[in-house]
């Protein structure tokens, strides 16, 4: 067996045998639980690894299920039937993320959960949240992305709502689930639409076809409506800070991970499966909508009482920064002028950087609200005189969210106003003023939660949390300090995938 | 529930439960699958919970979530055995024996043993929808209220 041309299926396939084994092993010993899901989400990270490693070095990479072997891609008759994963430098980049947060959630959960509150079933979601994650950054086929689609579906939704015991956990995931359903049905009626019209389902293959016939935008539209639901743009954001709130810490950065994955898949649509046939028009809507996103997001914060909302719609408002940034881009799609190149690779930084601090956010939240025992900024106070470290972690997400220099959130933020501006001055006044708003909405938040005098105990924070908590602020320091060598070595490439990478990408799978 | 229902599922139960092995067995022949034959023997759950309440399947719940977790590990492993080739290459067709031939062209009658990996990951799907369909039904009986008595 060749590991490098297997690593691509892999990395789905050993988190989703890890997830159908985890209970098992917890039921001989909690140890063997535990080991078993070190050893595979770190033979999953490693997997992921490589493929960015091979992608990023060699290009993109296909993988033929049931073929003879991986790049038999084309049935005789020049017709893809098989699935088939294509993972190109946009889809190598979002299984990083994945990996990262992931991993990162993993080893917070390891001594944030407790044993009689469902430890196991958390941890074997959140893996089958991981697979169903990697199988939709790496599908190059359109029926898979709705099958991976509805995996994330039912595990988030099943990571929201399984604290049966908590009053609003069921309510959230009831809320979500309707969501995810009714998002996932557009997509499948889309999916339908294309096969019926084409009789076809690779994603290549029908890029090749989609001539911008009335069922090909009616697809798009269900398509658009589907995948943003799940991402969690507004006017369809109302599940996302139910769920954040009510999701324990470690599963929440998982669900953000989650939105972003949507958002590559929209993204994937807009820029492969469509990018034949350019419509400035759609490029303005999804910049309408970030827009929407983000300034409706970060006023919704300002009014929170409740640290682990504030934060959600913190992170819904940072989704409008990607979808602006990547919208710009495809308003200039068909002209290719040089900031729209900017502002799609502003867009991508933003999903790491978003992933990082947003991540370091609210592991700090969880992190205080087991301290404390509580998560209302009205009781709270005076948590820095115990919980050092985690009101260092705290103040450094808030500002890089914020968009504060030299941190990360700043370098990906600043290149999304220059490119905005362009198209348009008002786009980047709103954005910055959002900016401002949440950087508001954190100061209230850190100086409500974490200054003044000591109001509670505070129990310490387990090593382990704070470990975790320590890397995403690592991160947030080393994507800040150095974003040159981040963009042109990762961002760069994944943004160059959908800038012009699409006939490369038919190529790779249709190899003509 | 009457003497007549437990009688009539008592001797019910059984059948169902073959007619979904059955299922099962001919899905790489037959309409039907893994899927199918599992819904069908998870029936036979249903009617023992209606026939005999829910504390007389109480402790089916753990087989269930262990069948479950096993007819999944069954399936990706069988997808694994794929691996000489690509992930989910059937890899066993045509070893002969109890994987049998490829079958020759023209009507026949159903050949059983030609599917090679098929029948064995309709197996485990058959076992995981059985598992997963059977605990749920189990939950229902446990924690669903008894106003409708």
């Known amino acids: 067996m060749n590991l490098p041309e297997h690593a691509p299926i892999l990395a789905i396939a050993v988190p989703l045998l890890g997830a159908f084994a985890l209970p098992l092993w917890a039921k001989l010993h909690r140890s063997l639980r535990d080991g078993w899901l070190a050893l595979v989400a770190g033979a999953t990270a490693a997997l992921t690894a490589l493929v960015a490693v091979q992608v990023y070095t060699t290009g993109i990479q ?42 990162v959630g993993f080893a917070y959960a390891w001594r944030y959960l407790a044993e009689d509150e469902g430890k196991t079933l958390a941890l074997t979601l959140g893996t089958l949240l991981w697979a169903g994650m990697l199988g939709m950054a790496f599908t190059g086929d359109l029926f898979n992305l709705f099958v991976f689609f509805e995996v994330t579906s039912i595990a988030a939704c099943g990571l929201v709502g399984y604290r049966t015991w908590a009053s609003r956990g069921p309510e959230a995931a009831f809320k979500t ?25 690779n994603l290549a293959y029908l890029a090749r076809q ?28 109302m599940w996302a800070p139910d769920a954040y709130g009510e999701a324990p810490a470690q599963a929440v950065i998982l669900l953000v991970a989650n939105t972003q994955i949507s958002l590559y898949a929209l993204f994937r649509v807009l820029f492969t499966l469509y990018g034949g046939v350019p419509d400035p028009g759609v490029g303005w809507l999804v910049v309408a909508l970030g827009t929407l996103t983000l300034l409706v997001a970060a006023l919704m914060a300002v009014v929170q009482m409740d640290a682990g909302r504030l934060v959600a719609f913190g992170a819904v408002s940072q989704i409008g920064y990607m979808l602006l940034g990547v919208g710009v881009g495809l308003t200039a799609v068909a002209a290719r002028p040089a900031y729209g190149l900017v502002a799609i690779q502003g867009g991508i930084f933003h999903m790491l950087n978003d992933a990082v601090a947003i991540g370091l956010l609210f592991l700090a939240v969880g992190a205080v609200e087991r301290a404390s025992g509580s998560r209302n900024l009205g009781t709270l106070g005076g948590l820095g005189h115990d919980l050092r470290w985690t009101t260092g972690f705290f103040l450094l ?12 959130g700043f370098a990906s933020k600043l290149m999304i106003y220059q490119s905005s501006f362009l198209l348009s001055p008002i786009l980047s006044a709103l954005a910055i003023l959002a900016s401002i708003l949440l950087l508001a909405v954190f100061v209230r938040a850190f100086q409500g939660a974490f200054l003044g005098p000591r109001l509670r105990k505070a129990e310490p924070v387990p090593v382990p949390m704070l470990v975790a908590m320590g890397v995403l602020a690592l991160g947030v320091l080393a994507l800040g300090l150095f974003p040159e060598l981040v963009v042109r070595h990762l961002v760069a490439p994944a943004a160059d995938a959908l800038w012009t990478g699409r006939d490369l990408y038919l190529q790779a799978v249709l190899g003509r | 529930m009457s003497v007549v229902v437990k009688t009539i599922a008592r001797i019910l139960v059984p059948v169902i439960l073959v007619f979904g092995g ?15 034959g599992g819904a069908v023997a998870a029936s036979a759950v249903a009617l023992l919970l209606v026939a005999f309440g829910a504390p007389a ?14 007819g999944g590990i069954a399936f990706v492993v069988l997808a694994f055995l794929g691996l000489g080739f690509t992930f989910f290459a059937n890899s066993l067709a045509g070893m002969g024996g109890l994987f049998g031939a490829p079958v020759p062209t023209g009507p026949n009658a ?17 076992f995981k929808v059985l598992g997963g369909l059977g605990a749920v039904m189990v939950l229902f009986g446990l924690f669903g209220g008894d106003d409708d008595r």
């Open chain 1, 397 to 408: 997400g808030a500002l890089a969210l914020a968009g504060i220099p030299p941190l990360n």
């Open chain 1, 210 to 237: 989609i001539g911008g016939s009335l069922i090909d935008r009616i697809a798009l539209a269900l398509l658009l409506g589907g995948l943003l639901m799940k991402a969690g743009a507004v006017p369809l954001h």
């Open chain 1, 62 to 103: 296909v993988y033929t299920l049931g073929a003879s072997f991986p790049a038999d891609t084309v049935a005789p008759g020049g017709f893809p039937i098989r699935i088939i994963l294509t993972v190109d430098a946009l889809s190598a980049f979002m299984g990083l993320i994945t990996a990262l947060v992931a991993v």
């Open chain 2, 22 to 36: 059955y299922v099962i067995l001919h899905g790489h022949l037959t309409p039907g699958g893994g899927f199918q």
């Open chain 2, 110 to 126: 159903g050949i059983l043993n030609s599917g090679g990996t098929v029948p064995l990951m309709n197996w485990a799907v058959g």
């Open chain 2, 57 to 70: 399947v109480k402790r089916l719940k753990a087989p269930f979530s262990v069948l479950e977790d096993l």
């Open chain 1, 177 to 201: 689930m309707v969501m995810y359903t009714v998002g996932g049905l557009f997509v499948l009626l889309a999916v339908a639409l294309l096969y019926g019209e084409y009789g076809a389902l």
